[in-house]
Protein backbone atom coordinates (compact mmCIF):
# COMPACT_ATOMS: atom_id res chain seq x y z
CA UNK A 1 0.00 0.00 0.00
CA UNK A 2 1.70 3.30 -0.94
CA UNK A 3 1.49 6.24 1.21
CA UNK A 4 -1.28 8.25 -0.99
CA UNK A 5 -3.94 5.07 -0.51
CA UNK A 6 -3.12 4.87 3.07
CA UNK A 7 -3.59 8.24 3.75
CA UNK A 8 -7.11 8.30 1.59
CA UNK A 9 -8.16 5.20 4.13
CA UNK A 10 -7.00 7.35 7.01
CA UNK A 11 -9.03 10.47 5.70
CA UNK A 12 -12.16 8.15 5.02
CA UNK A 13 -11.70 6.66 8.26
CA UNK A 14 -11.42 9.97 10.03
CA UNK A 15 -14.74 10.91 8.07
CA UNK A 16 -17.20 8.16 8.98
CA UNK A 17 -15.51 7.90 13.04
CA UNK A 18 -16.32 11.53 12.74
CA UNK A 19 -19.81 10.74 11.32
CA UNK A 20 -20.22 8.16 13.98
CA UNK A 21 -19.21 9.74 16.75
CA UNK A 22 -21.27 13.34 15.70
CA UNK A 23 -24.49 10.87 15.58
CA UNK A 24 -23.50 9.12 18.68
CA UNK A 25 -22.77 12.60 20.76
CA UNK A 26 -26.02 14.05 19.02
CA UNK A 27 -28.30 11.32 20.29
CA UNK A 28 -26.64 11.47 23.96
CA UNK A 29 -27.58 15.33 24.34
CA UNK A 30 -30.50 15.55 22.71
CA UNK A 31 -32.18 17.98 24.84
CA UNK A 32 -35.83 16.54 26.15
CA UNK A 33 -38.22 17.85 23.71
CA UNK A 34 -40.46 20.63 25.27
CA UNK A 35 -43.53 18.64 27.65
CA UNK A 36 -46.31 20.85 27.34
CA UNK A 37 -46.54 24.88 27.69
CA UNK A 38 -43.75 26.47 28.71
CA UNK A 39 -42.54 29.84 31.36
CA UNK A 40 -41.75 32.77 29.35
CA UNK A 41 -38.10 34.66 30.55
CA UNK A 42 -40.04 36.84 32.89
CA UNK A 43 -42.35 34.26 34.41
CA UNK A 44 -39.40 32.35 35.10
CA UNK A 45 -37.59 35.23 36.57
CA UNK A 46 -40.51 36.25 38.44
CA UNK A 47 -40.39 32.34 39.76
CA UNK A 48 -37.17 32.87 40.79
CA UNK A 49 -37.84 35.74 43.30
CA UNK A 50 -40.08 32.76 45.58
CA UNK A 51 -40.85 35.51 48.06
CA UNK A 52 -41.57 38.79 47.79
CA UNK A 53 -43.73 41.51 50.18
CA UNK A 54 -47.56 42.87 49.62
CA UNK A 55 -47.80 46.48 51.41
CA UNK A 56 -51.94 47.72 52.45
CA UNK A 57 -51.33 51.22 53.13
CA UNK A 58 -54.95 53.83 52.35
CA UNK A 59 -57.16 55.94 53.45
CA UNK A 60 -58.45 52.81 55.42
CA UNK A 61 -55.41 52.47 57.55
CA UNK A 62 -56.75 56.09 58.72
CA UNK A 63 -60.70 54.92 59.04
CA UNK A 64 -60.22 50.90 60.47
CA UNK A 65 -61.90 49.72 57.39
CA UNK A 66 -61.02 46.51 55.53
CA UNK A 67 -62.61 48.25 52.03
CA UNK A 68 -63.07 52.62 51.32
CA UNK A 69 -66.24 53.20 50.12
CA UNK A 70 -64.73 56.60 48.16
CA UNK A 71 -65.67 58.77 50.09
CA UNK A 72 -63.51 58.95 52.76
CA UNK A 73 -61.66 62.25 53.61
CA UNK A 74 -58.27 62.92 51.87
CA UNK A 75 -57.41 64.73 55.11
CA UNK A 76 -57.23 61.75 56.96
CA UNK A 77 -53.91 60.86 55.53
CA UNK A 78 -51.33 62.32 57.34
CA UNK A 79 -48.37 59.42 58.22
CA UNK A 80 -46.17 61.43 60.55
CA UNK A 81 -43.40 58.67 60.47
CA UNK A 82 -43.51 57.38 56.72
CA UNK A 83 -40.64 55.83 56.10
CA UNK A 84 -40.11 53.28 53.12
CA UNK A 85 -36.82 52.72 54.18
CA UNK A 86 -37.73 51.19 57.34
CA UNK A 87 -40.51 48.47 55.09
CA UNK A 88 -37.67 47.66 52.43
CA UNK A 89 -34.74 47.04 55.36
CA UNK A 90 -37.64 44.66 56.93
CA UNK A 91 -38.56 43.07 53.90
CA UNK A 92 -34.81 42.60 52.75
CA UNK A 93 -34.12 41.27 56.16
CA UNK A 94 -37.16 39.20 56.05
CA UNK A 95 -35.40 37.32 52.51
CA UNK A 96 -37.77 38.78 50.18
CA UNK A 97 -36.90 39.74 46.80
CA UNK A 98 -39.56 42.08 46.12
CA UNK A 99 -42.34 44.53 47.32
CA UNK A 100 -45.71 45.29 45.63
CA UNK A 101 -47.17 48.31 47.05
CA UNK A 102 -51.07 48.45 47.15
CA UNK A 103 -51.15 52.02 45.20
CA UNK A 104 -55.04 52.31 45.04
CA UNK A 105 -57.16 50.05 46.27
CA UNK A 106 -61.17 49.89 45.50
CA UNK A 107 -61.61 53.50 47.71
CA UNK A 108 -60.15 55.05 44.78
CA UNK A 109 -57.00 57.30 46.67
CA UNK A 110 -54.23 57.46 45.02
CA UNK A 111 -50.97 56.93 46.95
CA UNK A 112 -48.76 58.88 43.99
CA UNK A 113 -49.82 62.64 42.59
CA UNK A 114 -51.67 61.61 39.30
CA UNK A 115 -52.74 64.15 37.27
CA UNK A 116 -56.02 62.27 36.27
CA UNK A 117 -57.59 62.99 39.49
CA UNK A 118 -57.90 65.23 42.79
CA UNK A 119 -58.15 62.49 45.52
CA UNK A 120 -54.83 61.67 45.85
CA UNK A 121 -51.58 62.49 48.24
CA UNK A 122 -51.47 65.72 46.86
CA UNK A 123 -54.72 66.82 48.32
CA UNK A 124 -53.46 65.11 51.50
CA UNK A 125 -51.58 67.15 54.44
CA UNK A 126 -48.91 64.85 54.18
CA UNK A 127 -45.90 66.69 53.00
CA UNK A 128 -47.93 69.37 52.16
CA UNK A 129 -49.32 67.69 49.50
CA UNK A 130 -45.57 67.40 47.94
CA UNK A 131 -45.24 63.73 48.96
CA UNK A 132 -45.35 60.49 46.71
CA UNK A 133 -45.26 57.33 48.58
CA UNK A 134 -44.84 55.35 45.03
CA UNK A 135 -41.27 57.31 44.02
CA UNK A 136 -40.06 56.98 48.38
CA UNK A 137 -40.89 53.27 47.93
CA UNK A 138 -39.30 52.99 44.57
CA UNK A 139 -36.23 54.54 45.78
CA UNK A 140 -36.28 52.55 48.74
CA UNK A 141 -36.43 49.64 46.61
CA UNK A 142 -33.27 50.39 44.68
CA UNK A 143 -31.45 51.47 47.43
CA UNK A 144 -32.25 48.06 49.18
CA UNK A 145 -31.96 45.68 45.95
CA UNK A 146 -35.46 44.78 45.84
CA UNK A 147 -37.52 44.64 42.85
CA UNK A 148 -41.03 47.32 42.81
CA UNK A 149 -44.84 45.83 41.75
CA UNK A 150 -47.73 47.64 42.12
CA UNK A 151 -51.44 47.02 43.09
CA UNK A 152 -53.90 49.22 40.89
CA UNK A 153 -57.55 48.58 41.95
CA UNK A 154 -59.24 48.12 39.19
CA UNK A 155 -63.06 49.14 40.81
CA UNK A 156 -62.66 52.41 42.13
CA UNK A 157 -65.23 53.34 44.20
CA UNK A 158 -64.56 57.45 43.86
CA UNK A 159 -64.26 57.99 40.28
CA UNK A 160 -67.51 59.81 38.99
CA UNK A 161 -66.90 57.35 35.51
CA UNK A 162 -66.63 53.88 36.93
CA UNK A 163 -68.37 51.68 34.92
CA UNK A 164 -68.69 53.51 31.77
CA UNK A 165 -65.97 53.51 28.69
CA UNK A 166 -64.48 56.96 30.25
CA UNK A 167 -63.09 54.86 33.84
CA UNK A 168 -61.33 52.74 31.72
CA UNK A 169 -59.34 55.55 29.90
CA UNK A 170 -58.72 56.87 33.15
CA UNK A 171 -57.60 53.35 34.25
CA UNK A 172 -54.75 53.37 31.42
CA UNK A 173 -53.79 57.11 32.21
CA UNK A 174 -52.94 55.72 35.15
CA UNK A 175 -51.36 52.54 34.53
CA UNK A 176 -49.10 54.67 31.91
CA UNK A 177 -48.09 56.65 34.47
CA UNK A 178 -47.17 54.37 37.12
CA UNK A 179 -45.31 51.86 34.24
CA UNK A 180 -43.63 54.81 33.11
CA UNK A 181 -42.44 57.46 35.98
CA UNK A 182 -41.33 54.71 38.43
CA UNK A 183 -38.52 52.40 37.01
CA UNK A 184 -38.43 48.84 36.29
CA UNK A 185 -41.91 47.04 37.74
CA UNK A 186 -41.37 43.50 37.59
CA UNK A 187 -45.18 42.62 38.47
CA UNK A 188 -48.72 44.94 38.19
CA UNK A 189 -51.73 42.79 40.44
CA UNK A 190 -55.18 43.49 39.73
CA UNK A 191 -57.82 42.59 42.28
CA UNK A 192 -60.65 40.36 41.15
CA UNK A 193 -63.21 42.70 43.28
CA UNK A 194 -65.25 44.50 40.51
CA UNK A 195 -68.41 46.45 40.78
CA UNK A 196 -70.82 47.21 43.55
CA UNK A 197 -72.07 50.32 45.99
CA UNK A 198 -69.75 52.83 46.32
CA UNK A 199 -69.43 57.12 45.96
CA UNK A 200 -68.73 57.29 42.34
CA UNK A 201 -68.31 61.15 42.54
CA UNK A 202 -71.27 61.89 45.17
CA UNK A 203 -73.90 59.33 43.04
CA UNK A 204 -74.10 57.42 46.03
CA UNK A 205 -75.20 53.65 43.73
CA UNK A 206 -74.95 50.65 42.63
CA UNK A 207 -72.70 50.04 39.63
CA UNK A 208 -72.57 46.67 38.29
CA UNK A 209 -70.15 45.97 35.20
CA UNK A 210 -69.68 43.16 32.80
CA UNK A 211 -66.44 41.77 33.83
CA UNK A 212 -65.97 39.79 30.97
CA UNK A 213 -66.01 43.04 28.87
CA UNK A 214 -65.71 46.03 30.29
CA UNK A 215 -61.89 46.22 31.33
CA UNK A 216 -60.85 45.17 27.49
CA UNK A 217 -57.97 43.10 29.26
CA UNK A 218 -56.59 42.34 26.06
CA UNK A 219 -55.66 45.77 25.17
CA UNK A 220 -54.10 46.68 28.65
CA UNK A 221 -52.14 44.03 28.65
CA UNK A 222 -50.79 45.31 25.31
CA UNK A 223 -50.33 48.50 26.85
CA UNK A 224 -48.64 47.24 29.99
CA UNK A 225 -46.02 44.97 27.86
CA UNK A 226 -45.24 47.84 25.54
CA UNK A 227 -44.41 50.10 28.65
CA UNK A 228 -43.08 47.21 30.23
CA UNK A 229 -41.64 44.43 28.59
CA UNK A 230 -40.00 42.89 31.49
CA UNK A 231 -42.87 42.69 33.29
CA UNK A 232 -45.56 39.72 34.75
CA UNK A 233 -49.33 40.66 35.12
CA UNK A 234 -51.23 39.00 37.93
CA UNK A 235 -54.71 38.54 37.41
CA UNK A 236 -57.60 36.31 38.71
CA UNK A 237 -58.47 33.83 36.98
CA UNK A 238 -61.55 34.53 34.66
CA UNK A 239 -59.03 37.36 33.13
CA UNK A 240 -56.10 34.98 31.76
CA UNK A 241 -52.59 36.81 32.53
CA UNK A 242 -49.45 35.45 33.61
CA UNK A 243 -49.84 34.48 36.97
CA UNK A 244 -52.76 32.73 39.21
CA UNK A 245 -54.48 33.76 42.17
CA UNK A 246 -54.39 30.08 44.25
CA UNK A 247 -58.95 30.41 45.17
CA UNK A 248 -57.94 30.98 48.74
CA UNK A 249 -56.19 33.94 50.73
CA UNK A 250 -55.66 31.56 53.41
CA UNK A 251 -51.74 31.27 52.42
CA UNK A 252 -51.36 27.67 50.94
CA UNK A 253 -52.33 26.45 47.39
CA UNK A 254 -52.99 22.25 46.40
CA UNK A 255 -50.41 19.93 46.89
CA UNK A 256 -50.93 18.81 43.66
CA UNK A 257 -50.10 22.58 41.59
CA UNK A 258 -49.59 22.27 37.78
CA UNK A 259 -48.12 25.61 36.60
CA UNK A 260 -50.71 25.26 33.92
CA UNK A 261 -54.36 26.40 33.26
CA UNK A 262 -56.30 26.88 29.93
CA UNK A 263 -56.26 29.91 28.09
CA UNK A 264 -60.13 30.19 27.63
CA UNK A 265 -63.11 29.17 29.75
CA UNK A 266 -64.14 29.62 32.99
CA UNK A 267 -61.78 28.96 35.84
CA UNK A 268 -63.22 27.48 39.41
CA UNK A 269 -61.94 26.72 42.63
CA UNK A 270 -60.31 23.92 41.87
CA UNK A 271 -58.27 24.81 38.84
CA UNK A 272 -57.34 27.66 40.50
CA UNK A 273 -56.25 25.55 43.12
CA UNK A 274 -54.57 23.05 41.30
CA UNK A 275 -53.82 24.34 38.20
CA UNK A 276 -54.75 21.85 35.40
CA UNK A 277 -53.13 18.68 34.27
CA UNK A 278 -53.48 19.07 30.55
CA UNK A 279 -53.86 22.90 30.31
CA UNK A 280 -52.81 24.83 26.86
CA UNK A 281 -50.82 27.40 29.20
CA UNK A 282 -48.85 28.17 31.46
CA UNK A 283 -50.18 30.31 34.39
CA UNK A 284 -48.46 29.24 38.09
CA UNK A 285 -49.68 30.47 40.99
CA UNK A 286 -48.79 32.71 43.66
CA UNK A 287 -50.06 32.38 47.07
CA UNK A 288 -51.05 35.91 48.32
CA UNK A 289 -51.86 36.19 52.19
CA UNK A 290 -51.01 38.55 55.02
CA UNK A 291 -49.21 38.66 58.05
CA UNK A 292 -52.56 39.21 60.69
CA UNK A 293 -55.82 38.41 59.41
CA UNK A 294 -56.74 41.38 57.47
CA UNK A 295 -54.98 43.28 54.47
CA UNK A 296 -55.00 46.62 56.12
CA UNK A 297 -53.63 47.38 59.60
CA UNK A 298 -56.38 47.60 62.82
CA UNK A 299 -55.01 47.96 65.99
CA UNK A 300 -57.26 45.35 67.43
CA UNK A 301 -54.65 42.88 65.47
CA UNK A 302 -51.77 43.94 67.01
CA UNK A 303 -51.77 40.33 69.21
CA UNK A 304 -53.15 38.36 65.95
CA UNK A 305 -50.45 38.66 63.98
CA UNK A 306 -49.00 34.92 62.93
CA UNK A 307 -46.96 32.92 64.55
CA UNK A 308 -43.69 31.24 63.36
CA UNK A 309 -45.14 27.94 63.63
CA UNK A 310 -48.29 29.23 61.41
CA UNK A 311 -45.96 31.14 59.23
CA UNK A 312 -43.18 28.14 58.79
CA UNK A 313 -46.72 26.19 57.17
CA UNK A 314 -47.69 28.74 54.87
CA UNK A 315 -44.07 28.35 53.77
CA UNK A 316 -43.97 25.29 53.23
CA UNK A 317 -47.71 25.24 51.75
CA UNK A 318 -46.88 28.27 48.80
CA UNK A 319 -43.09 28.12 47.95
CA UNK A 320 -42.80 24.17 49.07
CA UNK A 321 -45.64 23.78 46.65
CA UNK A 322 -44.41 25.05 43.47
CA UNK A 323 -45.66 28.46 44.31
CA UNK A 324 -44.35 32.06 45.10
CA UNK A 325 -45.31 33.24 48.13
CA UNK A 326 -46.48 36.93 48.01
CA UNK A 327 -46.73 38.05 52.52
CA UNK A 328 -48.81 41.37 53.31
CA UNK A 329 -47.53 43.93 55.97
CA UNK A 330 -50.43 46.34 56.81
CA UNK A 331 -48.62 49.67 57.32
CA UNK A 332 -49.89 51.69 60.63
CA UNK A 333 -51.22 55.31 60.61
CA UNK A 334 -47.85 56.66 61.14
CA UNK A 335 -46.48 55.02 58.18
CA UNK A 336 -44.97 52.63 59.49
CA UNK A 337 -44.59 48.46 59.80
CA UNK A 338 -45.23 47.16 63.27
CA UNK A 339 -43.23 46.27 65.61
CA UNK A 340 -44.82 42.43 66.08
CA UNK A 341 -44.95 41.82 62.40
CA UNK A 342 -41.53 43.14 61.80
CA UNK A 343 -40.31 40.52 64.15
CA UNK A 344 -42.87 37.62 63.31
CA UNK A 345 -41.44 37.88 59.71
CA UNK A 346 -37.72 37.67 61.07
CA UNK A 347 -38.71 34.71 62.82
CA UNK A 348 -39.58 33.17 59.83
CA UNK A 349 -36.45 34.18 57.95
CA UNK A 350 -34.03 32.78 60.55
CA UNK A 351 -36.35 29.25 61.17
CA UNK A 352 -36.01 29.02 57.32
CA UNK A 353 -32.83 29.77 57.15
CA UNK A 354 -31.99 26.94 59.70
CA UNK A 355 -33.99 24.41 57.96
CA UNK A 356 -32.07 24.61 55.04
CA UNK A 357 -28.61 25.93 56.17
CA UNK A 358 -26.93 22.16 54.85
CA UNK A 359 -27.66 20.54 52.04
CA UNK A 360 -27.22 16.77 53.15
CA UNK A 361 -27.24 15.87 49.23
CA UNK A 362 -24.14 17.66 47.95
CA UNK A 363 -22.08 14.98 50.03
CA UNK A 364 -23.73 12.22 48.46
CA UNK A 365 -23.61 9.69 45.53
CA UNK A 366 -26.13 9.96 43.07
CA UNK A 367 -27.21 6.96 40.83
CA UNK A 368 -30.03 6.71 38.46
CA UNK A 369 -32.02 3.44 37.22
CA UNK A 370 -31.80 5.35 33.73
CA UNK A 371 -29.57 7.85 32.44
CA UNK A 372 -30.84 9.92 29.35
CA UNK A 373 -28.10 8.25 26.48
CA UNK A 374 -25.84 7.09 29.50
CA UNK A 375 -24.74 10.72 28.57
CA UNK A 376 -22.78 13.00 31.60
CA UNK A 377 -25.60 15.95 30.61
CA UNK A 378 -28.18 14.25 32.26
CA UNK A 379 -26.18 12.02 34.60
CA UNK A 380 -27.79 11.26 38.28
CA UNK A 381 -25.27 13.95 40.11
CA UNK A 382 -26.47 16.90 38.13
CA UNK A 383 -29.02 17.11 40.78
CA UNK A 384 -27.00 17.34 43.57
CA UNK A 385 -24.43 20.51 41.88
CA UNK A 386 -26.90 22.97 43.11
CA UNK A 387 -26.34 24.18 39.77
CA UNK A 388 -30.47 25.53 38.33
CA UNK A 389 -28.97 24.87 34.79
CA UNK A 390 -27.53 21.43 34.60
CA UNK A 391 -29.82 17.88 35.01
CA UNK A 392 -30.91 14.63 35.39
CA UNK A 393 -33.11 13.46 32.56
CA UNK A 394 -34.26 9.72 31.38
CA UNK A 395 -34.72 8.62 27.63
CA UNK A 396 -37.65 9.54 26.45
CA UNK A 397 -39.95 6.54 26.60
CA UNK A 398 -38.93 6.55 30.63
CA UNK A 399 -41.51 8.47 32.96
CA UNK A 400 -41.10 5.87 35.85
CA UNK A 401 -37.54 6.06 37.21
CA UNK A 402 -35.27 6.38 40.70
CA UNK A 403 -32.20 8.20 42.11
CA UNK A 404 -30.31 6.99 45.02
CA UNK A 405 -28.45 9.23 46.83
CA UNK A 406 -25.83 7.32 49.25
CA UNK A 407 -25.05 8.88 52.44
CA UNK A 408 -22.35 6.41 53.07
CA UNK A 409 -23.71 6.77 56.46
CA UNK A 410 -26.26 6.88 58.70
CA UNK A 411 -27.68 10.52 58.24
CA UNK A 412 -30.77 12.47 59.60
CA UNK A 413 -32.84 14.24 58.00
CA UNK A 414 -36.65 15.37 57.52
CA UNK A 415 -37.09 17.18 54.56
CA UNK A 416 -36.66 16.49 50.78
CA UNK A 417 -36.94 19.28 48.34
CA UNK A 418 -36.60 18.53 44.32
CA UNK A 419 -36.62 21.17 41.69
CA UNK A 420 -38.06 20.45 37.46
CA UNK A 421 -36.04 22.41 34.83
CA UNK A 422 -39.49 24.06 33.87
CA UNK A 423 -38.11 26.01 31.29
CA UNK A 424 -38.71 22.35 29.23
CA UNK A 425 -41.89 22.31 30.90
CA UNK A 426 -43.60 20.13 34.00
CA UNK A 427 -43.54 16.54 34.00
CA UNK A 428 -43.50 15.01 37.04
CA UNK A 429 -47.20 13.02 37.90
CA UNK A 430 -46.32 11.26 41.04
CA UNK A 431 -43.45 10.44 43.13
CA UNK A 432 -41.75 8.74 46.40
CA UNK A 433 -39.45 9.23 48.99
CA UNK A 434 -37.61 6.11 50.78
CA UNK A 435 -35.06 5.58 53.53
CA UNK A 436 -32.47 2.76 53.83
CA UNK A 437 -32.74 2.12 57.71
CA UNK A 438 -31.21 -0.51 59.12
CA UNK A 439 -30.76 -2.17 55.78
CA UNK A 440 -34.53 -1.92 55.04
CA UNK A 441 -36.27 0.19 52.36
CA UNK A 442 -39.01 2.45 54.62
CA UNK A 443 -41.12 4.88 52.69
CA UNK A 444 -40.98 8.32 54.08
CA UNK A 445 -43.50 10.66 51.92
CA UNK A 446 -45.63 10.35 49.15
CA UNK A 447 -46.78 13.28 46.78
CA UNK A 448 -47.70 14.19 43.39
CA UNK A 449 -46.40 17.40 41.18
CA UNK A 450 -42.85 18.47 41.85
CA UNK A 451 -42.73 21.96 39.19
CA UNK A 452 -40.26 24.35 40.11
CA UNK A 453 -39.52 23.20 43.68
CA UNK A 454 -41.43 21.02 46.10
CA UNK A 455 -40.28 20.53 49.44
CA UNK A 456 -41.72 17.23 51.32
CA UNK A 457 -41.78 17.17 55.44
CA UNK A 458 -41.78 14.01 57.23
CA UNK A 459 -40.56 12.59 60.90
CA UNK A 460 -36.95 12.71 61.17
CA UNK A 461 -35.40 9.68 60.27
CA UNK A 462 -31.63 8.15 60.23
CA UNK A 463 -31.29 6.49 56.87
CA UNK A 464 -28.08 5.59 54.62
CA UNK A 465 -29.32 6.00 51.59
CA UNK A 466 -32.35 7.83 50.15
CA UNK A 467 -34.73 6.97 47.04
CA UNK A 468 -37.02 9.21 44.98
CA UNK A 469 -38.81 7.44 42.76
CA UNK A 470 -40.84 8.84 40.10
CA UNK A 471 -43.63 6.50 39.69
CA UNK A 472 -45.33 8.55 37.02
CA UNK A 473 -44.85 11.36 34.61
CA UNK A 474 -45.91 13.56 31.51
CA UNK A 475 -42.95 13.06 29.77
CA UNK A 476 -39.67 11.49 30.93
CA UNK A 477 -38.61 13.09 33.70
CA UNK A 478 -35.77 16.35 34.26
CA UNK A 479 -34.76 17.42 37.46
CA UNK A 480 -32.34 20.09 38.24
CA UNK A 481 -31.62 19.70 41.95
CA UNK A 482 -32.75 17.73 44.64
CA UNK A 483 -31.90 18.85 48.35
CA UNK A 484 -32.29 16.68 51.72
CA UNK A 485 -32.34 18.64 54.80
CA UNK A 486 -32.62 18.43 58.89
CA UNK A 487 -34.47 21.24 60.03
CA UNK A 488 -34.51 21.92 63.77
CA UNK A 489 -38.41 21.21 65.03
CA UNK A 490 -40.23 24.32 65.59
CA UNK A 491 -42.64 23.15 68.89
CA UNK A 492 -46.32 24.55 68.61
CA UNK A 493 -47.99 25.20 71.81
CA UNK A 494 -51.79 25.16 71.78
CA UNK A 495 -52.00 28.58 71.81
CA UNK A 496 -49.98 28.77 68.89
CA UNK A 497 -51.86 28.00 66.24
CA UNK A 498 -55.50 29.00 65.16
CA UNK A 499 -57.24 27.78 62.88
CA UNK A 500 -57.96 29.82 60.39
CA UNK A 501 -61.29 28.93 58.82
CA UNK A 502 -63.60 26.94 56.84
CA UNK A 503 -65.10 26.27 53.45
CA UNK A 504 -66.82 24.04 51.85
CA UNK A 505 -65.09 24.80 48.59
CA UNK A 506 -62.14 22.55 50.10
CA UNK A 507 -63.99 20.06 51.22
CA UNK A 508 -67.04 19.30 48.45
CA UNK A 509 -69.64 17.05 49.48
CA UNK A 510 -68.52 16.72 53.07
CA UNK A 511 -70.26 18.37 55.90
CA UNK A 512 -69.23 21.55 58.45
CA UNK A 513 -69.24 19.13 61.74
CA UNK A 514 -67.29 16.18 59.32
CA UNK A 515 -64.56 19.68 59.07
CA UNK A 516 -64.84 20.18 62.31
CA UNK A 517 -64.45 16.54 63.74
CA UNK A 518 -61.05 16.13 61.27
CA UNK A 519 -59.42 19.04 63.31
CA UNK A 520 -59.39 16.66 66.50
CA UNK A 521 -59.09 13.61 65.06
CA UNK A 522 -56.65 14.79 62.44
CA UNK A 523 -54.62 16.84 65.65
CA UNK A 524 -56.12 20.25 65.75
CA UNK A 525 -52.99 22.95 64.63
CA UNK A 526 -53.45 20.74 60.93
CA UNK A 527 -56.29 23.03 59.86
CA UNK A 528 -55.99 24.31 56.65
CA UNK A 529 -59.12 24.55 55.03
CA UNK A 530 -59.54 27.17 52.57
CA UNK A 531 -61.84 30.55 53.08
CA UNK A 532 -61.82 33.45 55.35
CA UNK A 533 -60.63 34.09 58.65
CA UNK A 534 -64.23 36.17 59.42
CA UNK A 535 -65.81 32.70 58.84
CA UNK A 536 -63.75 31.22 62.23
CA UNK A 537 -64.06 35.14 64.56
CA UNK A 538 -67.47 34.61 65.88
CA UNK A 539 -67.98 31.06 64.46
CA UNK A 540 -70.65 29.08 67.50
CA UNK A 541 -67.45 26.10 67.31
CA UNK A 542 -64.78 29.22 68.07
CA UNK A 543 -64.30 28.61 71.66
CA UNK A 544 -64.15 24.69 71.09
CA UNK A 545 -61.34 25.36 68.57
CA UNK A 546 -59.08 27.85 70.10
CA UNK A 547 -59.13 25.22 73.00
CA UNK A 548 -57.93 22.02 70.71
CA UNK A 549 -54.94 21.14 72.00
CA UNK A 550 -51.89 20.30 69.68
CA UNK A 551 -51.00 17.03 71.47
CA UNK A 552 -52.49 14.88 73.31
CA UNK A 553 -52.42 12.57 76.64
CA UNK A 554 -54.62 9.73 75.62
CA UNK A 555 -56.66 8.48 72.48
CA UNK A 556 -59.17 5.97 72.37
CA UNK A 557 -60.71 4.40 69.33
CA UNK A 558 -64.71 4.44 69.99
CA UNK A 559 -66.23 0.83 69.40
CA UNK A 560 -68.23 0.74 65.92
CA UNK A 561 -65.27 2.44 64.26
CA UNK A 562 -64.64 0.68 61.04
CA UNK A 563 -62.28 1.92 58.44
CA UNK A 564 -63.94 3.11 55.48
CA UNK A 565 -67.19 3.68 57.43
CA UNK A 566 -67.04 5.94 60.16
CA UNK A 567 -64.50 6.18 62.59
CA UNK A 568 -64.79 8.04 66.18
CA UNK A 569 -62.02 8.97 68.57
CA UNK A 570 -62.01 10.60 71.58
CA UNK A 571 -58.82 12.25 72.62
CA UNK A 572 -57.70 13.33 76.42
CA UNK A 573 -55.48 16.17 77.53
CA UNK A 574 -55.54 17.14 80.63
CA UNK A 575 -59.08 16.98 82.42
CA UNK A 576 -60.71 17.45 78.77
CA UNK A 577 -61.80 15.43 76.65
CA UNK A 578 -63.06 15.86 72.72
CA UNK A 579 -64.78 13.68 70.80
CA UNK A 580 -64.25 13.53 66.92
CA UNK A 581 -66.02 11.13 64.52
CA UNK A 582 -65.73 11.28 61.10
CA UNK A 583 -68.72 9.26 59.05
CA UNK A 584 -68.08 8.20 55.55
CA UNK A 585 -70.44 8.46 52.31
CA UNK A 586 -73.34 7.06 53.62
CA UNK A 587 -75.48 8.27 56.82
CA UNK A 588 -75.00 6.38 60.19
CA UNK A 589 -75.92 6.63 63.66
CA UNK A 590 -72.63 5.73 66.27
CA UNK A 591 -73.57 5.28 70.27
CA UNK A 592 -70.76 6.12 72.14
CA UNK A 593 -69.91 5.06 75.27
CA UNK A 594 -68.76 7.29 77.71
CA UNK A 595 -67.26 4.62 80.33
CA UNK A 596 -63.34 6.30 79.81
CA UNK A 597 -64.83 9.12 81.99
CA UNK A 598 -64.06 9.58 85.18
CA UNK A 599 -66.23 9.78 88.16
CA UNK A 600 -68.76 12.66 88.12
CA UNK A 601 -70.95 15.34 85.99
CA UNK A 602 -69.47 16.37 82.49
CA UNK A 603 -70.56 18.65 80.53
CA UNK A 604 -70.81 17.65 76.72
CA UNK A 605 -71.25 20.17 73.98
CA UNK A 606 -72.05 18.36 70.92
CA UNK A 607 -71.66 19.54 67.54
CA UNK A 608 -73.39 17.45 64.88
CA UNK A 609 -74.92 17.09 60.91
CA UNK A 610 -77.87 19.53 60.38
CA UNK A 611 -79.54 17.15 58.03
CA UNK A 612 -79.99 18.29 54.13
CA UNK A 613 -77.73 21.37 55.17
CA UNK A 614 -74.03 21.01 55.04
CA UNK A 615 -72.57 24.45 55.62
CA UNK A 616 -74.57 24.49 58.74
CA UNK A 617 -74.58 22.36 62.19
CA UNK A 618 -76.64 21.46 64.98
CA UNK A 619 -75.54 22.07 68.70
CA UNK A 620 -76.66 21.03 72.10
CA UNK A 621 -75.31 20.54 75.49
CA UNK A 622 -75.99 18.46 78.28
CA UNK A 623 -74.88 17.22 81.40
CA UNK A 624 -73.35 13.08 80.93
CA UNK A 625 -72.09 10.75 83.69
CA UNK A 626 -69.65 7.95 82.65
CA UNK A 627 -72.86 5.51 82.84
CA UNK A 628 -74.12 7.34 80.01
CA UNK A 629 -74.24 6.79 76.11
CA UNK A 630 -74.51 9.48 73.66
CA UNK A 631 -75.68 8.62 70.29
CA UNK A 632 -74.68 11.04 67.53
CA UNK A 633 -76.51 10.97 63.88
CA UNK A 634 -74.55 11.76 61.05
CA UNK A 635 -75.11 12.95 57.61
CA UNK A 636 -73.48 11.33 54.11
CA UNK A 637 -69.58 12.49 54.46
CA UNK A 638 -70.64 14.02 57.79
CA UNK A 639 -69.64 13.64 61.57
CA UNK A 640 -69.48 14.57 65.10
CA UNK A 641 -67.38 16.89 67.70
CA UNK A 642 -67.80 16.57 71.50
CA UNK A 643 -66.28 18.74 74.07
CA UNK A 644 -66.31 17.11 77.72
CA UNK A 645 -65.26 18.99 80.33
CA UNK A 646 -66.00 17.65 84.30
CA UNK A 647 -68.48 20.05 85.88
CA UNK A 648 -68.33 18.32 89.55
CA UNK A 649 -66.69 15.84 91.36
CA1 LIG B 1 -28.36 20.83 38.82
Known amino acids: MNQANSMVRFVICGIVLLMCSTVCISAQIQVPALCGPVPSENQLRWQELEYYAFIHFSLNTYTDQSWGYGNEDVNLFNPTELDCRQWARICKEAGMKAIILTVKHHCGFCLWPSKYTEYSVKNAPWRDGKGDVVREMADACKEYGLKLGIYLSPWDRNHPEYGRPEYITYFRNQLTELLTNYGPIFEVWFDGANGGTGYYGGANENRKIDRTTYYDWSNTYKLIRELQPDIVIWNDGGNRADLRWVGTEAGFIGETNWSLLNATGDVPFNMLHHGVEDGDSWVPGEVNTSIRPEWFYHPSEDT ?346
Open 304 to 649: KVKTLPHLMDTYYNSIGRNATLLLNFPIMPNGLIHENDEKAALDLAKAVKEAFAVNLARQTKAEASNVRGNAEESAADNVIDSDKDTYWATDDDVTKASLTLDFGKPTTFNRFMAQEYIRLGQRVKAFTIEGLIDGNWKELAKATTVGYKRILRFPTVAATQLRFNINDAKCCPVISNIGVYNAPQILTSPTDYMPTAFDLKEMVGYTWAHLLAQAVNMTSPLLHFAGKYQDFIGNPAENLLRHLPSTWDETIVLSGSEIGKTVGFARRRGDTWFIGVLNGGEAATLPIELSFLEQGTWQAEVFGDDPGHPATFQRQSNNVRASDSLTVSMSPRGGAVIGLTKTTP
